[in-house]
């Protein structure tokens, strides 16, 4: 049995866990330093967002600023986590022999989480793995995992969620609601869990260390011995220490474009979410910049780099576009766990087909706010839509028809469904109000039962991105525009929208949806 050392880290800023990862696997990576078990413990409170996210997209910046919650990023890859003093993280830094693989499997992911469903036994809690990378209870996650690699070493680590002040959680993360639409539910109370609402009580940290200790050494067949830093890591931590503190580190990743020129797309896979934005030169159809980030891990680190390097400045072709994306897959010089290269595009060729749009003359702006179901812009507007469906949360919340079908266009200030009703029927639409998600899949029945050829509609675009299998269900082609305002998802309402009850005002978009309307009516 191997003799493994754990040392007593205390808890520390966010920087100092960064750069003390960066120690333990680089001198790891050159044999300077045994086998390693630690426990992560951050004060003040932080965020860290995954080594291929940012932190603008994934975190509400000022929140954190005022309450004091730490912003940093991490070195390995996976989602924005919040980890106030009352969780607890642990770290297995190894030599890649111990497992006897060079990459990370699905198989090596549930080992290195048994440790964990063994000491939550402990306290009489029944866990599983959830591949690709997580440990829940009935469903609910209590355990995420990630990890990255350097030379021959492998550096995981898993949280434990101990207690869980959601409010904070929610208001310090952007939540994605792909990530929402993958789990079918939403609220974050239904689909988290932490060893407090588990047990009625929180045990003591002491107790919990005991317990995840004990996993590992059943685990990994392994001895745990307490250890200090070696003399070249407390070098090396000093030495990093301010790196991990600048914004050259927590910005890192930072997609940076005007609106006029990017598109955006993103897809939730089941190892993870990707998005890319693709920020274009339209005239001369090149690909001027590229960024792909998402809640994945990636092998090695840096290789989302080098494929984003090599498709800048290539043409707008898809074909194109693609090989590059494969060469890497095929060569090995990505590797993501659980996803291979027909997902990873995926979200490549939404962005691409957004960009055709602006074949009609439409800005890369408007494009952006535009989605298709059942066929492409392009053979949609062919087939000339003759219904415009338009959302209830759009009309005036003093309006007696609020919750009720119809518009009487009554000019009302402030309330753009008027206008937009009467730019549907200036072009012989049939212009239908939805009042709830039932009524707008009873309207989508009807309309395919009565011949529709295709539709517009208006929504939200996280309505879109959760219901896109619906949508497509449906069988009817259509396009959707997004609409102003805050949703109902901002607000963390869908379910009392779903069922006709949201009492927020958004806006039609009646500059894109007039845009549309002449692309199709001229
Ligand atoms: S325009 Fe239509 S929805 Fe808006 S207040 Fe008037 S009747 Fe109501
Ligand atoms: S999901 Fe909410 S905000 Fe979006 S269109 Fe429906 S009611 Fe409006």
Request: aromatic letters at 10%; glycine letters at 8%; charged letters at 25%.
């Amino acid at each position: 049995m191997g003799t493994w050392r754990l040392p007593d880290t205390q808890p520390m800023t966010a920087a100092e866990n960064m750069a003390l990862d960066e120690t333990l696997l680089e001198l790891k990576s050159e044999g300077k330093t045994p086998n390693t078990i630690r426990f992560l413990q951050f004060s003040p409170r932080s965020v860290l967002v995954g080594y291929h996210q940012s932190v603008a997209e994934e975190i509400r910046k000022g929140y954190c600023e005022r309450e004091n919650i730490e912003i940093n990023r991490r070195i390995t890859g996976g989602g924005a986590i919040f980890f106030d003093e009352n969780q607890l993280g642990w770290e297995v830094i190894c030599d890649k022999a111990f497992f006897n693989v060079h990459l990370p499997t699905r198989r090596l992911f549930k080992t290195l989480c048994s440790p964990v469903t063994t000491s939550l036994s402990l306290f009489g809690i029944q866990a599983e793995f959830r591949p690709p990378n997580d440990i829940e209870i009935e469903g609910r996650k209590i355990s995420g995992t990630g990890g990255t690699d350097a030379k021959n070493a492998f550096l995981f680590q898993g949280t434990m969620l101990v207690d869980f002040d959601v409010d904070t959680m929610l208001r310090a993360l952007r939540i994605p609601v792909e990530k929402l639409k993958a789990k079918e539910i939403d609220s974050i109370r239904e689909r988290v869990t932490c060893l407090n609402w588990e047990l009625g009580y929180t045990p003591l940290l002491w107790d919990i260390k005991s317990a995840i200790k004990h996993g590992f050494e059943k685990g990994l067949g392994i001895r745990l011995v307490p250890g200090e830093m070696t003399s070249d890591e407390r070098l090396f931590f000093k030495k990093k220490r301010p790196h991990y503190r600048s914004r050259q580190w927590i910005d890192a990743v930072n997609p940076r474009f005007q609106k006029r020129d990017a598109v955006q797309s993103a897809y939730k896979a089941e190892a993870g979410m990707i998005r890319f934005t693709l920020v274009v030169n339209l005239p001369q159809k090149r690909l001027k910049d590229i960024y792909i980030t998402g809640d994945f891990l990636s092998f090695p680190s840096r290789a989302l780099y080098d494929l984003e390097a090599a498709l800048r400045g290539s043409p707008l072709d898809r074909t194109h576009l693609h090989g590059i994306v494969r060469s890497f897959f095929d060569e090995k010089r990505i590797t993501i766990p659980g996803l291979g290269f027909h997902e990873f595009v995926v979200p490549l060729d939404q962005a691409l087909e957004k960009i055709k749009i602006a074949d009609f003359g439409l800005s890369l702006e408007h494009c952006n706010l535009i989605s298709v179901a059942n066929g492409s812009f392009q053979t949609i507007i062919q087939k000339k839509p003759s219904v415009l469906l338009l959302p209830y949360c759009a009309k005036h919340t003093d309006c007696d028809l609020r919750y009720h079908k119809g518009c009487k266009m009554c000019g009302e200030d402030g309330c753009t469904m008027g206008p937009a009703w009467t730019l549907g029927l200036k072009d012989r639409m049939k212009v239908l109000s939805i009042i709830s998600f039932e009524d707008l899949w009873t309207e989508l029945q009807k309309m395919k039962k009565s011949g529709v050829p295709a539709y517009i509609g208006c929504c939200c675009q996280p309505f879109f991105a959760k219901h896109m299998e619906d949508f497509k269900k449906a069988g009817l082609p259509g396009i959707l525009l997004d609409i102003d305002n805050t949703t109902c998802y901002d607000l963390d309402q869908a379910r009392e929208a779903y069922a006709g009850k949201f009492e927020s005002q958004t806006r039609v978009n009646l500059e894109l949806l007039g845009t549309v309307l002449k692309a199709a009516f001229g």
